[in-house]
């Protein structure tokens, strides 16, 4: 069974331009989240969605970040505008199927922001 | 609110040798507990994790970690490690009356194998 994808691996951009992530789920799975994981620290949750309605979103940063799933698959991630504290890895997940209880991450997506 | 604290930033051990990643959770519920290890730019891979049942776990590559509720700790351990174990290592929890709930993890303790 294919993974969590996400794409692109790496991104370095300047404050206050725009950039967005993707993620591509293992298939069937309901459950999507992104997380934040800054240097030296662990993840931390940003957004979680169940099919395409998102579930919690206390921990994203509203003014500047936005995320959508709208065909409950694919998940986007969007940033603008960025500033240097953005810089992080942003992995996504999913969780469902017969493995209830765990969550499949991705690669991540390793933004720098100058 | 769960937190998750792992009391070691950094351990170096040498080839061979027994090490042990220590993890201590706060928590007002019942918690699922979880080990995941990171290797350099790569995405996180689940260790084991406890749902219920015995309290020692028993995962990949040779690891294991016990459940100590009395102590609110989950220690990962192998007795013998390899060069290839050198990764940084999360604890983390979730809500065990919920299958949904996320992920809450510890800072990460980078695990440095020496030959």
């Known amino acids: ?9 790496y991104k370095i951009i300047e404050k206050r331009q725009s950039v967005a992530f993707w993620c591509n789920p293992i298939s069937g799975h309901a459950t999507l989240y992104w997380y934040q ?20 979103d206390s921990q994203l940063p509203k003014d500047r970040f ?30 469902g199927g017969l493995a209830v209880n765990e969550q499949f991450f991705g690669p991540g997506t390793r933004l720098t922001v100058l | 609110a769960q937190s998750v604290t ?3 930033s950094q351990v170096p051990v040498f080839e061979e040798a027994p090490v042990e990643l220590r993890c201590n959770y706060s928590s007002s519920v019942s918690v699922y507990l979880f ?15 406890y749902l219920s049942g015995s309290t020692l776990v028993k995962g990949i590559n040779g690891f ?8 609110t700790s989950f220690h990962l351990r192998k007795p013998s490690v390899h060069i290839s174990d050198t990764a940084e290592y999360f604890c983390a929890v ?19 194998v020496i030959a």
């Open chain 2, 64 to 71: 294991e970690a016990e459940f100590n509720k009395s102590q």
């Open chain 2, 94 to 112: 979730s809500l065990s009356n919920s299958g949904n709930t996320p992920l809450v993890f510890g800072k990460g303790t980078r695990l440095s």
């Open chain 1, 37 to 56: 994981q800054i240097l030296g620290q662990g993840p931390k949750l940003l957004i979680q969605f169940q099919n395409n309605g998102v579930v919690d």
């Open chain 2, 6 to 8: 792992q009391l070691d």
């Open chain 1, 1 to 9: 069974e294919a993974g969590v994808a996400q794409s692109p691996r």
């Open chain 2, 35 to 49: 080990w995941y290890v990171q290797y350099p730019n790569q995405g996180l891979q689940l260790l084991l994790k």
């Open chain 1, 66 to 95: 936005s995320a959508e799933r709208l065909k409950g698959v694919d998940s986007t991630l969007k940033i603008q505008p960025a500033k240097l504290e953005d810089s992080a890895v942003y992995l996504c997940a999913s969780r």
